[in-house]
């Protein structure tokens, strides 16, 4: 079965440090995506973890642990901007379709 | 600015009913997937399409159906629309099976 646990809210305040935490078990495994979700648009690709260990890009990072099951996202000098939901999913074995969580909603504060 | 194009962006439908939503990729894109997003919750996949073939689906009934075309658009069709079928609908294209997925803004479909 597919099994895909994150918080579904968190609140944190501008210019701080916010980890959002992802868990999975899965059947299959082709990589960690994470997403983030304005409300009403798109989601919009942040990043992508096959490997183990941590990708940064800017004030995103990223990292996984394929024996734990577990990644997070982290975002740094959190901007009002950044308030939006955040979608973790996991890719299958055969690349054809992406499983997600039910998302994380952030609201950053002043 | 997404590359992926879905219309129409709302519609209303009567339970019963049968809905076509449409999607057009971006060019090279060759395959097209697509989701169910319930009111805060995450995409739930529905079918995948690669070079017009159905390559991959969700657990979803077989009155979601689906179509790709050669140029790159595709359509999703839902007959004898339920209430619960009220929800976003995402459209997602890639290069190649397994590349990153672009999505579309999405149809929000309400069944009255």
């Known amino acids: 079965g597919q099994n895909i646990d994150q918080p579904t809210e968190m609140t944190a305040t501008e210019g701080a440090i916010v980890q959002i935490n992802c868990t999975y078990q899965?059947?299959?495994?082709?990589?960690l995506f994470w997403y983030q979700q304005h409300a009403g648009e798109a989601p919009t690709f942040l990043s992508y973890?096959?490997?183990?260990g941590l990708e940064e890009k800017g004030r995103f990072s990223s990292f996984l642990s394929r024996s734990k099951g577990y990644s997070y996202l982290l975002l740094k000098e959190l901007q009002m901007k950044d308030s939006a939901s955040y979608l973790c999913?996991?890719?299958?074995?055969?690349?054809?379709?992406?499983?997600f969580g039910g998302g994380t909603r952030l609201m950053v504060k002043p | 600015e997404t590359g992926v194009t879905q219309s129409p962006t709302h519609l209303i439908k009567t339970r019963g009913q049968q809905v076509t939503l449409r999607c057009s990729s971006q060019?090279?894109?060759?395959?097209v997937s697509w989701y169910q997003q319930a009111l805060g919750q995450g995409p739930q996949f529905i079918f995948q399409?690669?070079?017009?073939?159905?390559?991959g689906r969700g657990n979803f009934p077989p009155r979601f159906s689906g179509l790709q075309f050669p140029n790159y658009s595709s359509e999703l069709n839902v007959n004898a629309l339920e209430l619960d079928d009220s929800a976003l609908y995402l459209c997602?294209?890639?290069?190649?099976?397994?590349?990153?997925?672009?999505f579309g803004s999405g149809t929000r479909l309400t069944v009255v």
């Open positions: 999913a996991v890719g299958d074995n055969a690349g054809n379709m992406l499983t």
């Open positions: 973890n096959v490997l183990d």
């Open positions: 060019s090279g894109h060759n395959t």
């Open positions: 899965t059947s299959g495994f082709n990589g």
């Open positions: 997602a294209s890639s290069p190649g099976q397994g590349d990153g997925y672009t």
């Open positions: 399409y690669y070079r017009e073939e159905e390559n």
